[in-house]
Every structure is written in C-alpha cells, then in structure tokens.
C-alpha cells in the first residue's frame, strides 16, 4: 500500500477558533501597559479613547479579515493574503519578519511576564542583579529567562503531538482568563469603587497632560499639558502599547486548514474574539479609573496597575490573585502564538521560500519542524532580553502590513471580481479605508514623534529582501 503523505486535518469549530483569537490577544499587556498610556495622556478620557480607538481598529480589521480568510481558507493567513493581493516578495518580507521578532519576539516577551508575576510566588525568579546566574557578552542571564524557555519547549513539544494537545489548552485557558478578568472586573466595581476617586479622575477628563514621576524630595508627579500636535503624538505613543496589547488576533488565519468550515468559521470567529476582547479591556481601564487615583496608574510598582488595583480590591491577598491571572493568561496565550506562528512557516516552505523541511507534517499532521526552528529563535530571544526593545521597533512594521493586507481587499476586488466571496467584508468600502486612514496616521505619527519606533523595524523588514532572492535562487537549483 502507498504511504500517505500527512495533510492538516479539520478539528477545530467556531468555539476553538474564537479561544485562540481571544487566547492569543490576551497576554499581560492589560495588566500593565495603562501606566504608559496614563503618563502620555495625563486623563481619564484619553485613556479610554485610546483603549477605544485599539479596539475600533481591532474590530475594523477583523472584520475585513473575514473576507480574505473566506477567499483563502488554508494555512499561512496574512501571509498569503499578502502574497495573492501583491506578490511573492511582500508575502516573503511579512513573513521574515513574523520569524525574526513578530511572533518569536512575542513568544519570549510573553514566557519571561509569565516568570515576572511568578516570582511572586518563587522568588528567585525576579530579574534583579542579585539574581544574575551570569553573563553572555553583554547579555545578563538570569533563573527566569530559563524558565522561559523551559514554557516554551514545553508548549511546543505539546504542539508537535498533534492539535489536539494544543486546542485542549488554549480553550481550558481562555476559558480561565476570560473569567477571571471578568471577575476582577465585577469584583473591582463592587467592592474596590470610590465615588471619590471616580470623580477626582474625571474631573478635567479631556485636557491631554504628559506625567513624570519627580525625583528626591520632589516625589509627586511633574504634570505639563500637552498642546496642540504634540497631543496627536501623545495618542501615537499609547498607542503602542495598546496595540501591542490587542495584536495577535489574526493568529486563528494561520491554522486556516485545521479549522472546519473556515469559509464561515474564522470570519465569525475574528469578529468574535476582536469583540469580546475590547469590551474587557474598556471595562478594565473603567474599573482602574474606579478604584486607583489616576498618578497610581501612571506610577503602579513595575507598572503594574492590576497589582495594585487588586489589593484594594482583595487585600493582601491581590498580589498574588494577580499574579496567577497573568500567569494562567500568559501560558495560554504563548500556547497560541506557539500553535499558530508555525503554519506561516510552513505554508512559505511550500512556496519555496523558507527551509524545505519547515514544509512538512509530521504523523501527527503538524509542522514539527517549523514549531522547534520557532521555539529555538524564541529562546534566542529570551537569553538575550531585547524582545521588548524589539517589539517597540516593530509595532510600525505589524501595522504597516496591517494596513497592506486590508489594502488587499480592494486590489483583489478589481484583480479577480469573479472569485467566490463567501463572506465580504462588513461596511465596504467604508470601514476598510478607516482603518487604513487610521493605520497609517499612526505610522506617521510614530515617523515624527517617535523614530526610534520606526526605523529598527524598518530595517529588520528590508533586510529580507535579499534573503527572498537567496530563497528564489535556492528553489530554482
């Protein structure tokens, strides 16, 4: 009998697929990155508006998703949508870049917050310099990026034994995280909510203020208003943070061909997820604004605002509430990127255009070794301690191919009208080019008021571009 060449196998519905947008969106940024936004806006109504125009993007894009993913229901995602609407090389840059920092960037960033808030509870885990095991050239190696990369093997093994394994945990975990923060939320306006502190942070809500912690005797906050452009650069900064903190949600397109009925399923399942999301991120900066004064959201310990929410809130008891919300959160959503970021690997290697072994399945019908060349960049990542500077650097590029691929729908519209579209996408023609009108402000934004933003990651994305003609040469041999 002829041996059967192994193919991704449809097991995933709409409910596992919506776990993995959610699961994958949702990692430690809610618990953290409000202090940033805080300290840039200096209000309560920027606040939110912030977390509201994320979360307008979000659903705009997801939205628009769903059409392309309804064209184009296999693995690989945004990847090949770029490569149908344009070509090989834009397809190839995404994807060089997806390897480089986007995902594998993302996977150490979430491993080592796993570790930061487990430190709570083992404290050798804490990335101070009493607790440095040594040093690599410039790089300080300290307990937790180990255990970092101990989570991320650990997931990608799971991962290599078949999609079972890994639906089993994203769906158990979201689940888990899903709740949880619901319950803080619930719990934070019930038993945390000051009138006082509600009104005090919405009094004078919409004057933009920019928030520095003084120094020495001159502790209280440095408060300057903020005029004119400079507020549009001020929004572009939080931003960064916010969106890193809703990114992630396009991950369910990569694992397009283990998805049943995907021409249906991962559209609902986008919109879903995006949806659930932002109302429990707006509803946790609202439950901030309720119980913390907001200099103690600009200046929480480490950032870390649902820490210090929760114990007003619980007690004592908070911290470590916390603590294992973020690490349940943070274990689910590397299972996720981990599950998803492989199938773009693959899906390049079958195009020619990525190592040929990253281009087969294993018995159990997945990408084994597209998931190890992952986990190893990964940890590369972790041992070195750069995932967060590059992750800045790269917001502009994820946003940039964002806007590309959402560009996509109206090029395929006029390239190929007769192609079936199970699903379009909703509020064409107007919606689409929000978003993109909105994406690429805030690129241009981020060009004026933040290059540091902006250039690495450009970098990073053109220096693909002789590595797609190194792929193309190699495929031809």
Do not use: H
């Not at 009108?437 to 805030?442: D, P, Q, Y």
């Amino acid at each position: 009998m002829a041996e059967t060449t192994p193919s991704f196998k449809p097991t995933l519905g709409l409910l596992d697929a919506t776990m993995v947008v959610a699961g994958s969106m949702i990692g430690s940024g809610i618990f953290i990155v409000s202090a940033d936004i805080t300290r840039n806006v200096g209000s309560a109504g920027w606040l939110i508006v912030v977390w509201l125009l994320t979360g307008f993007m979000t659903l705009t894009a997801a939205l628009s998703y769903g059409e392309l993913s309804a064209m184009f229901p296999k693995a690989g995602g945004q990847y090949v949508y770029l490569k149908e609407s344009y070509n090989k090389l834009t397809g190839f840059l995404y994807g060089w870049s997806f390897f480089s920092v986007i995902q594998t960037g993302t996977i150490a960033a979430v491993g080592v917050a796993f570790c930061k808030f487990a430190a709570y509870f083992f404290p050798v885990l804490e990335m101070n310099d009493a607790d440095i095991l040594f040093l690599l050239g410039p790089f300080k190696i300290y307990p937790a990026q180990f255990v970092s990369i101990f989570i991320i093997v650990l997931l990608t093994y799971i991962n290599t034994k078949g999609v079972q394994g890994g639906k089993m945990i994203q769906t158990v975990f979201t689940v888990t995280k899903l709740l949880s923060l619901f319950g803080l939320i619930v719990f934070g306006f019930i038993l945390g909510a000051n009138a006082e502190v509600w009104n005090a942070n919405w009094t004078d809500a919409w004057t933009m203020k920019s928030m520095t912690k003084g120094t020495g005797d001159l502790s209280a906050a440095i408060i300057l208003p903020v005029l004119g452009a400079g507020a549009l650069g001020a929004i572009a900064a939080s931003m960064v943070g916010s969106i890193f903190s809703s990114d992630a949600w396009n991950n369910v397109t990569f694992i397009a061909g283990e998805i049943k009925n995907p021409q249906k399923n991962i559209g609902l399942s986008l919109f879903l997820g995006t949806l659930i999301v932002t109302l429990i991120y707006v509803s946790a900066n609202l439950m901030y604004l309720s119980v913390l004064p907001l200099d103690q959201i600009a200046f929480a310990e480490s950032d870390r605002v649902a820490v210090t929410a929760s114990n007003i809130i619980f007690g004592g008891i908070g911290t470590y509430i916390i603590a294992a919300m973020i690490m349940i959160s943070t274990f689910g959503c590397n299972n996720g990127l981990i599950l998803a970021g492989a199938r773009v690997y693959y899906t390049m290697a079958q195009d020619g255009l990525f190592f040929k072994k990253a281009g087969a399945l294993n018995k159990n019908a997945v990408p084994e070794w597209a998931l190890w060349a992952q986990c190893i960049v990964a940890s590369l990542l972790c041992l070195s301690g750069k995932y967060g500077d590059l992750l800045d650097m790269v917001s502009f590029i994820v946003v940039i191919f964002y806007v590309l691929t959402i560009a996509g729908i109206f090029i395929l519209r006029k390239k190929r009208p007769d192609m079936p579209r199970p699903y379009k996408a909703i509020g064409y023609p107007i919606l689409p080019a929000i978003y993109m009108l909105m994406g690429i402000t805030f690129c241009v934004l981020l060009i004026i008021y933040k290059p540091q933003f902006t250039w690495p990651g450009l970098i990073i994305t053109l220096l693909g571009i002789p590595l797609y003609f190194i792929a193309v040469r190699n495929a031809k041999k």
